[in-house]
């Protein structure tokens, strides 16, 4: 598979390779208070500032999210623990509760299931995040199991494009 893919096209948003201008974004989703809170919690501005490179996210299997020419978010397939692929996303608090996560996670799935016919997707969440939760009811994710692990309870869940 080529990396990285020509961007997707959503209704709204834009999924593509990072570029230097989302620097800023980045530091913003690592050191947001609200954003942390089911991912182990924020880290100091600062140390996000030194820590993120020119090119953040530049990566096999992460896109930006873009909304109007800016980043509101990032959408990450990585390998999980037991060799099947991973989603992740994180956005921006004021893109919270407008749709934008749902619609990105739909166009990058569907771009994996064009290149990895037949694959399935895991998806991960405390289960004290009620929204990450709802989203990937909506996507179509089915639970596997329930289990503990940083402290909290956790939801594993997997997506089939045959489904």
Known sequence: ?????????????????????????????????????????????????????????????????????????MITFDGGDAGETEIGYLFLPSAWGQGYATEACVGALAWFASTRPGESVALRTQTANTASLRLAAKLGFTEVKRYVEYGAEQWLGVWSPDR
């Open 1 to 73: 598979m080529t990396w990285p893919p020509t961007p997707i096209v959503t209704e709204r948003l834009v999924l593509r390779q990072s570029e230097a201008r989302d620097r800023a974004a980045y530091v913003e989703l690592f050191a947001s208070p609200e954003v942390g809170t089911y991912i182990g919690g924020s880290q100091p501005r600062a140390d996000v500032e030194r820590a993120v490179s020119e090119l953040p996210g530049r990566r096999f299997g992460s896109f930006v999210a873009e909304l109007d020419g800016a980043m509101i978010g």
